[in-house]
C-alpha cells in the first residue's frame, strides 16, 4: 500500500473510530427502539469491520508476528479485544469496554514522533518513576489506614472500610477535593494538612522529572546520544 494510500485509510479508521465513539454515546440517550436498534446495527457493522481490517493487516504484513508484536499491531488487538470478548459474553460491562477502540487514533503518523519521544522520557526515568511510585502507594495506604482510625467513629457512614479511606487519600494527595468526605475531628484535619502537603511534594517532582526527561528526549545531544 503506497504511502498516499496508507494515510487515507488511517484517515478513514479514525473517522470509523470516532463513529464507534458517537454510537456509544447515543446510546447513553433515551431513545425510539427503531434508533436503538439503527445504532446496534452500525456498531455491530463497525465491529466487523475493525475485526477484519485486523485480519487484513496479519494476512498483508511482511512480518506476521513483527506486525503483532508491534506497537501498531498491540494497539489494533486491543482495540477489537472488546468485541471479541462481548461475542462470547453477555455481560453488559465488556460493551464499556468498546471504548478502547478511541486508542486506534494514536496510530495516526503525526503523533508517531510525540509517541516516540514520551517513550524515550519514561525509559530515562524509569528508576525515578517506579520509586515516587512506591512512594506515593506507601502514603496512600499508610495515611488511609490512619484516616480510619481517627475518623471511623466520628463519621461511620463516609469511612465505613479502608477502601473509603484509600479514595480520601487519593483526592487529599493529588490536591483534588472533592468535598464528598473530608475530616471532622482534630488529628483528621491535621493528617488532611500533612497529607496536602506530602502531595504536593509527590505530584511536583515526577511532573518535573517527565519534563526534564522530553526536552532530553527531544534533544538526544543533552544526554549524550547521537
Known amino acids: 500500500m503506497s504511502t498516499r494510500h496508507d494515510v487515507r485509510f488511517e484517515i478513514a479508521v479514525s473517522i470509523a473510530v470516532l463513529a464507534s465513539i458517537a454510537v456509544m454515546a447515543l446510546e447513553t440517550f433515551t431513545l425510539p427502539a427503531e434508533t436503538k436498534r439503527a445504532l446496534f446495527a452500525a456498531d455491530v457493522i463497525l465491529s466487523l469491520a475493525f475485526v477484519v481490517e485486523y485480519i487484513f493487516r496479519i494476512a498483508t504484513a511482511e512480518s506476521k508476528r513483527g506486525y503483532i508484536t508491534s506497537l501498531n499491531g498491540i494497539i489494533d488487538l486491543?482495540?477489537?479485544?472488546?468485541?471479541?470478548?462481548?461475542?462470547?459474553?453477555?455481560?453488559?460491562?465488556?460493551?464499556?469496554?468498546?471504548?478502547?477502540?478511541?486508542?486506534?487514533?494514536?496510530?495516526l503518523k503525526r503523533?508517531?514522533?510525540?509517541?516516540?519521544?514520551?517513550?524515550?522520557?519514561?525509559?530515562?526515568?524509569?528508576?525515578?518513576?517506579?520509586?515516587?511510585?512506591?512512594?506515593?502507594?506507601?502514603?496512600?495506604?499508610?495515611?488511609?489506614?490512619?484516616?480510619?482510625?481517627?475518623?471511623?467513629?466520628?463519621?461511620?457512614?463516609?469511612?465505613?472500610?479502608?477502601?473509603?479511606?484509600?479514595w480520601w487519600a487519593v483526592i487529599s494527595l493529588t490536591s483534588v477535593g472533592y468535598g464528598d468526605v473530608y475530616p471532622v475531628t482534630v488529628a483528621g484535619r491535621m493528617l488532611t494538612l500533612a497529607m496536602v502537603l506530602t502531595g504536593m511534594g509527590i505530584?511536583?517532582?515526577?511532573?518535573?522529572?517527565?519534563?526534564?526527561a522530553l526536552s532530553r528526549a527531544h534533544d538526544p545531544e543533552l544526554d549524550g546520544g547521537g
Open 78 to 107: 486491543i482495540a477489537i479485544l472488546p468485541i471479541v470478548v462481548h461475542a462470547v459474553s453477555s455481560v453488559r460491562v465488556v460493551r464499556l469496554l468498546r471504548v478502547l477502540r478511541i486508542i486506534r487514533l494514536l496510530k
Open 111 to 166: 503523533y508517531n514522533t510525540a509517541l516516540d519521544r514520551y517513550r524515550r522520557a519514561l525509559k530515562l526515568i524509569v528508576a525515578e518513576a517506579t520509586l515516587f511510585t512506591g512512594v506515593a502507594f506507601i502514603f496512600i495506604i499508610g495515611f488511609a489506614f490512619m484516616i480510619y482510625e481517627f475518623e471511623h467513629e466520628a463519621q461511620p457512614e463516609n469511612y465505613r472500610n479502608i477502601f473509603d479511606s484509600i
Open 203 to 212: 505530584v511536583a517532582v515526577p511532573t518535573a522529572l517527565l519534563a526534564s
